[in-house]
């Protein structure tokens, strides 16, 4: 069965195959099954990763207001 495994990723993770979501991981193991979703030809993978909100205003203090 293929499966995608992430490795290591943090701190959410969602995984949308061709469209349809095929899991949101918040813990290890970041493995998702995706044989139901794959379909014959061409697939679209999109794997959107959510950061800690802490580190997006430690990375706003880095930038210049614009």
Do not use: C, Q, Y
Not at 43 to 49: A, C, M, P, Q
């Amino acid at each position: 069965m293929p499966a995608l495994d992430l490795g290591a990723v943090k701190n959410l993770d969602e995984v949308v195959v061709s469209g349809t979501s095929a899991a949101i991981l918040w813990k290890p193991p970041f493995r998702v099954p995706l044989a139901r979703l794959l379909k014959p030809g061409r697939n679209r993978l999109e794997i959107k990763v959510t950061n800690l909100w802490a580190n997006r205003l430690v990375g706003d203090e880095l930038h210049p207001d614009d």
